[in-house]
């Protein structure tokens, strides 16, 4: 039985920075690519950054130079690294399988909060 636990979020003023971190159990880490979405009230879900097992890492481009998804095997958690925090950031964040398509089932995410 896989579990994914978020945590980490809160609430920071702008240009500022959090680490979120996502543990996986119940199943095999290494072998998997992971990513991190959001999801802001009225909006659907979307994917920020990934990193596959072999450490390439994707980001979209609202995030790109401000975000940095990293990953330890051996502990069988995600991190995301967040700076330059914007309100647009604002959201839930949620760990899972970078996949529209094969994605376990949804953890209770973390949220970000983000003033001006």
């Known amino acids: 039985q896989v579990q994914l636990v978020e945590s980490g979020g809160g609430l920071v003023q702008a240009g500022g920075s959090l680490r979120l971190s996502c543990v996986v159990s119940?199943?095999?880490?290494?072998?998997?690519?992971m990513g991190w979405y959001r999801q802001a009230p009225g909006k659907q879900r979307e994917l920020v950054a990934s990193?596959?097992?072999?450490?390439?890492?994707n980001y979209a481009d609202s995030v790109k130079g401000r975000f940095t998804i990293s990953r330890d095997n051996a502990k069988k958690t995600v991190y995301l690294q967040m700076s330059s925090l914007k309100p647009e950031d604002t959201a839930v964040y949620y760990c899972?399988?970078?996949?529209?398509?094969?994605?376990?089932?949804w953890g209770k995410g973390t949220q970000v909060t983000v003033s001006s």
């Open positions: 119940g199943t095999i880490f290494s072998i998997n690519a």
């Open positions: 990193i596959t097992r072999g450490g390439d890492t």
């Open positions: 899972n399988f970078p996949s529209s398509t094969w994605v376990l089932d």
